[in-house]
């Protein structure tokens, strides 16, 4: 039986991680919900997801304790999980909900400008292609005179 301070360490490690992971769960609620995929895609998505948390909580099981997978190492991982969702988990789901929205309007703005440059430099060539034309057609109106004479 291990010693008691090294069964607090790993209570606290295992608590830390489901405080961790509570945040990481929050940030990909918000990233699908701007994404907006559905069906099979998200599917593949969640399941992808799960399993690198999975693989991320076993690994901290690994340098935390050696690996030995306990029924209080699963407890304090979903009590971790619970206190951060009842402390900071509003607070980040909505700090993370503003930095995506401000993100996504920045892309918004961004290409509603590449597109109206775009636009505006095709109008211009247009123009451009349509006054040398004309100034073409009279060089030559005054080319065809001259040799006429």
């Not at 690994?62 to 999980?81: D, T």
């Not at 900071?88 to 918004?108: K, Q």
Request: proline share 1%.
């Amino acid at each position: 039986m291990p010693v008691l301070s090294v069964q607090l360490k790993l209570l606290f490690i295992t608590l830390g991680t489901g405080f961790i992971l509570g945040i990481v769960f929050d940030f990909y609620r918000v990233f699908t919900g701007f994404i907006k995929i559905k069906g099979i895609l998200l599917s593949l998505g969640d399941l992808l997801f799960w399993l690198f948390l999975s693989g991320f909580f076993f690994a901290v099981l690994l340098w935390a304790n050696e690996g030995e997978m306990r029924f209080h190492s699963l407890l304090a991982l979903f009590l971790g999980y619970v206190l951060y969702r009842r402390s900071l988990g509003p607070f980040i789901y909505s700090f993370f909900d503003s930095i995506l929205g401000f993100f996504s309007s920045c892309a918004v703005k961004i290409k509603n400008a590449l597109i109206k440059s775009i636009n505006c430099g095709t109008n211009m060539c247009m123009k451009i292609k349509s006054s040398t034309a004309s100034s073409f057609k009279t060089v030559m109106d005054f080319i065809m005179k001259i040799r006429k004479r």
